[in-house]
């Protein structure tokens, strides 16, 4: 019989680790390792888009230094490959920053708050979230008016929360792990601010949000109820488009448990859009599908969102040929979840991947703002508790904790990273806005199809 490490044998295991990579290198950061260019790299990931949105995402990357890192996920992807790594791996979020966690509805009805976007998710080094994490409270305190050393004071409590609730999974009997939920949340400003807006973010709010009253074909007032437009936000899609969105329901169906297709099946669809959200995701295909249960008081709304393979794809061996993307998504999702969409599956658009999940059903997110003054320092341990459930979940929580030791080095030089990072994103986003003022060239974007 094939001998199962023991924990003493898996923490051995982490440990023997630090010769790979010592726990004080994950500091450096040097620019000159870069083998390719950001403004090339994001010129690349546009090929696939919308060509009349790709200025739309631009726009939202230039907003801000925080703004062009939400965006630029290809480029750290990139500068990650290049360096140094553990060889632990695990499920990684690959867009971890502070905006992509949020509340949301679980299957039970209750709200819960966790990492809530998984476009990039993979199975790749461990360190690679906690880096981009890292960088992202720098970014984020910095845009607040952060002083260095409060930026600094986060990425450390970031990093001895995980390293603490690494240390306890690992202890924990395994299925008490898949059960462990984080209680103190409502005690966390800037995470009880998004548990409100979750909280009023029901279906008849999105439904008074997203939609009007329709029209009858003789221009008068009708019962149902249609998407309000906004192009190019949110546009009405009709003819073969509307009828190849609604056909991938078909194929949607079953990657649902039994019993959500029994849910789904007593809902009819009455419209579909198009939607633009987020910032990394602007420029895909993004669908947006209002049906009716049980008459007007019970709409639901399905987003169909197209997912391109991951940016470390090009990087991790053997992660580059997924079967399909959207499955990659819902997998990566449902292992580093507490609890999932109950929605939650994937289908194909004209040979394009897509993810498929609800859109808006009390979800909430945080608000940079949120994390002024005493905020970030808040909401960076619960970004630690949850990234270190999530990678115990999908990983081993032994190694883990093997390697990490009491995380004092570690700590620190994710902290010298960060800074140094962060700093190297104002020094791109600068590049950017340069660029932008020069003359356009051509883009590389194929043309607009379903």
Known sequence: MAHFPNPQERRALGRARRKQMARQDHAHWRAEARRHKPLVLMEESMRGRVPQLIAVKYERMLASPFGYFRGAAPVMAADLAVMANTGIVTQICGDAHVCNLGAFAAPDGRLVFDINDFDETIRAPFEWDLKRLATSLVLAGRSTGCKKGTCENAVLTFMMQYRK?????????????????????????????????????????????????????????????????????LARVSGGQRRAVLASLVAYNETLQPERRHFLAQYHPLDVAFKVVGTGSVG???????????????????????????????????????????????????????????????????????????LNDHK?????????????????????????????????????????????????????????????????????KAAKKRPVRKTVASKTSS
């Not at 690494?166 to 548990?195: D, G, N, W």
């Not at 008074?208 to 936000?233: C, D, H, I, Y």
């Not at 008459?295 to 580059?320: H, M, N, R, T, W």
């Not at 030791?405 to 700093?423: H, T």
């Open 284 to 358: 895909l295909r993004d669908y947006v599908i209002y049906f009716e249960g049980n008459g007007p008081g019970d709409p639901l709304f399905l987003q169909i969102k197209e997912e391109p393979g991951s940016a470390y794809a090009p990087y991790v061996s053997g992660q580059g040929l997924a079967l399909h993307q959207g499955q990659r998504v819902v997998n990566g999702q449902r292992a580093m979840q507490f609890q999932s969409d109950p929605f939650l599956g994937w289908t194909t658009i004209a040979n394009r991947h897509y993810e498929v999940r609800q």
């Open 165 to 233: 609730f690494v240390e306890m999974f690992a202890r924990m009997p395994l299925i008490e792990m898949t059960h462990f939920q984080v209680h103190r949340l409502q005690r966390i400003s800037p995470v009880s601010k998004a548990l409100l807006k979750a909280e009023r973010s029901t279906p008849t709010f999105t439904l008074e949000q997203l939609t009007v009253p329709g029209k009858t074909a003789a221009g008068r007032p009708s019962s149902n109820r249609v998407f309000k437009e906004n192009k190019p936000l």
């Open 364 to 432: 909430g997110t945080i608000a940079i703002e949120d994390l002024a003054d005493g905020g970030l320092n808040e909401y960076a341990e619960v970004c630690g508790e949850l990234l270190a459930r999530g990678h115990a979940r999908s990983g081993d929580a032994c190694v883990l904790a093997g390697y990490i030791g009491n995380g004092k080095r570690m700590g620190e030089a994710l902290m010298r990273f960060a800074d140094a990072y962060a700093s190297q994103t104002e020094k791109d986003w600068e590049e950017l």
